[in-house]
């Protein structure tokens, strides 16, 4: 007994104030879970229930038009798989090569460290500036002031880069090393190794990583809306020098539109988006979760 | 007999000398075309550079760089004379302030939960969720700004007291946004302090929260200070939020009530086909390009810095 209280002496406060702060404490630490998982709920129904009026079959196979109840998103889908394919055909060879070459084939030189460190900060870079790169050097020099699907694509392709690369590094630098060796041993040379043992091994993890890196380029706006520009688009592209818009760029000019009942309709795009970027998500953590265990190193 | 043998062989060792030669040369090949894709994010960062302070020369030909930091009237548009970045910045600020606050809050206090109290099951259901909230794009958070808590506010302060554009509702739905980042950035921080610091501290009587604020925190503290600063850099460069739901008027101002004017809602308003090219407005774009890379990089660079610089390695 004598000892307790002296040790609580020592620090300041009872042993039952101590407690009592330390379920208090605990309290706001669950708050801030449920806040935000209450808010992530509040956002869902707050979408649901505004666009869910408006959302049938017609929706998805209408253009856009000046009335609320007739206008789809048929032109922007199209520009949306436009994007998403032709980002995808220039990020994965680009991002899975530049992941390979940094950590099988590089040497740890000053370059190499300069290019990491270059990757790092590129994923910092906030969208508008890629969007007036883009701008700069894809629509007025490499096509003439042409506002095309394929600008907006590069531009994609410049901003989700980074986020392909880190994670293909990190799924090459999961295949333990002992695979490497015994590749070595028979005499494989550097890139039959990295053909024949890293790649497949680290394939699981690139897929999940380029899958993320492909939904944030259907996510993204703010580049596509310097970039695209357009506000009503009633045709999907049909080749890559087409003028296009994405569904969250038409999603933002519905949200601005003068007729508040375009709310509606936003919101009904919001969650055809949302539900192609969940499921998206969804597929990403499955592959990353099946084939997690890792080998023994 | 020994003849043929000896023919065969030697005709074999040139066949394998010859495919050694072809995959050789195959090799060469695909490490210049690899290194070549390593570059391009070298030739990325170059042309950004390149481009932002070349097209601001221009700018800075007709407004001096004190002028533009320093002054308090953002309306190029109106005369160069006018064009005090500071309304902008002032704008961004706010609203990154509020989004830092919230998420600072929300994030860490998620963090100490899953990382001190939550059982493993429970953390394994908690974490994708609140991941989620990183997954959805940001013009649909600026919707539910602008459609869901814009109203409250204005329910709560009186709808001439609340803009319908405001930075407060920007702030907050940006917060939510950056705090799954904030929290997991300070939840590996904090899982990596060693079991036995805890014990320790268990064994002299501490309760969990002392023992999550006295031992855990000081020793993750560079983790959760880089994730502040890098999720802070986030909400600077971040558009549509406060494009769609915190207004287009630039405003110096202290009150998160009020419409105000971020850097980034500038840029995409200029750039989206308002101004012509070459004209002073479409000049201005870059300057605030130019700054708003540079506040970003800077605090990349200091959060990255931070991590690993006072990283504590236990073994």
């Known amino acids: ?297 | 007999m020994s003849t043929t043998l000896n023919e065969t062989s030697q005709e074999q060792l040139e066949r394998v000398a010859r495919r050694r030669r072809r995959q050789h040369n195959e090799q060469k090949i695909v490490t210049v075309l690899l290194m070549a894709a390593a570059l391009i994010s070298i030739l990325t960062t170059v042309g950004v550079v390149i481009l932002l302070v070349s097209q601001s020369v221009g700018f800075f030909e007709e407004v001096s760089i004190w002028n533009f930091l320093t002054g308090t009237e953002w309306a190029p548009h109106i005369s160069p004379e006018q064009s005090g970045v500071l309304e902008l910045v002032s704008g961004t600020l706010l609203v990154a302030a509020i989004a830092g606050i919230v998420s600072l809050t929300l994030g860490l206090g998620a963090a100490i939960f899953l990382s001190e109290y939550a059982p493993e099951r429970l953390r394994r259901i908690l974490k994708p969720i609140l991941e989620v909230l990183a997954g959805i794009p940001t013009v649909v958070y600026g919707y539910f700004a602008l459609t869901f808590v814009t109203p409250i506010f204005q329910g709560i302060f009186g709808p001439e007291q609340v803009s319908v554009f405001n930075a407060l509702s920007a702030g907050i739905v940006m917060g939510l946004m950056i705090m799954p980042m904030v929290s997991t950035l300070s939840e590996d921080a904090m899982v990596a302090v060693p079991r036995s610091l805890r014990d320790a501290a268990y064994a002299l009587g501490a309760t969990r929260f002392e023992v999550a604020t006295k031992v855990v925190m000081p020793a993750a503290l560079s983790g959760i200070v880089a994730s502040f600063i890098l999720g802070l850099s986030r909400a600077i460069g971040e558009t549509m939020i406060v494009k769609i739901a915190a207004g287009a008027t630039p405003n110096l101002t202290l009150n998160p009530l009020e419409s105000i004017q971020a850097m980034t809602a500038y840029i995409v308003q200029i750039s989206g086909g308002e101004a012509a090219q070459g004209s002073f407005e479409y000049k201005t774009i870059f300057a605030v390009g130019l700054l708003l890379f540079i506040m970003t990089l800077g605090m990349n660079i200091v959060g990255r810095w931070v991590i690993s610089r006072f990283r504590q390695r236990y073994e």
């Open chain 1, 1 to 297: 007994m004598n000892d307790i209280s002296t040790k609580t002496k020592i620090q300041g406060s009872s042993h039952s104030v101590r407690l009592w702060r330390d379920r208090v404490f605990v309290a706001g630490f669950v708050m801030a879970v449920v806040i935000g998982v209450a808010g992530l709920l509040a956002l869902m129904l707050d979408v649901l229930i505004d666009g869910l009026p408006f959302l049938d079959f017609q929706f998805l196979t209408n253009y856009s038009s000046w009335e609320p109840h007739k206008a789809g998103i048929l032109g922007p889908l199209g520009g949306t798989l436009w994007i998403v394919s032709l980002t995808a055909l220039f990020t994965i060879p680009i991002g899975v090569g530049t992941a390979i070459y940094l950590e099988e084939f590089a040497s740890k030189s000053k370059l190499n460290r300069l290019i990491e460190l270059n990757i790092a900060n590129l994923a910092g870079v906030p969208s508008v500036i890629y969007g007036l790169l883009g701008l700069a050097m894809f629509v007025q020099f490499l096509f003439n002031g042409s506002r095309n699907v394929t600008a907006g694509a590069l531009t994609m392709t410049l901003l989700v880069l980074p986020i392909v690369v880190i994670a293909s590094q990190e799924a090459i630098r999961a295949v333990p090393s002992s695979y490497r060796d015994a590749a070595y041993a028979m005499g494989a040379n550097r890139w039959q190794v990295v053909k024949s043992v890293v790649l497949p091994q680290a394939m699981p993890g690139m897929m999940s990583g380029i899958i993320l890196a492909l939904s944030r380029a259907i996510g993204e706006s703010a580049p596509i809306l310097i970039i695209s520009s357009l506000v009503v688009v009633a045709f999907i592209p049909t080749s890559p020098d087409s003028a296009f818009t994405v569904l969250p760029l038409q999603i933002f000019t519905w949200i601005g539109h003068q007729n508040p009942e375009f709310r509606g309709i936003a919101a009904a795009a919001i969650v055809v988006l949302l539900i192609v970027l969940l499921s998206m998500n969804g597929v990403a953590i499955w592959i990353r979760s099946k084939y997690q265990s890792r080998p023994e190193q």
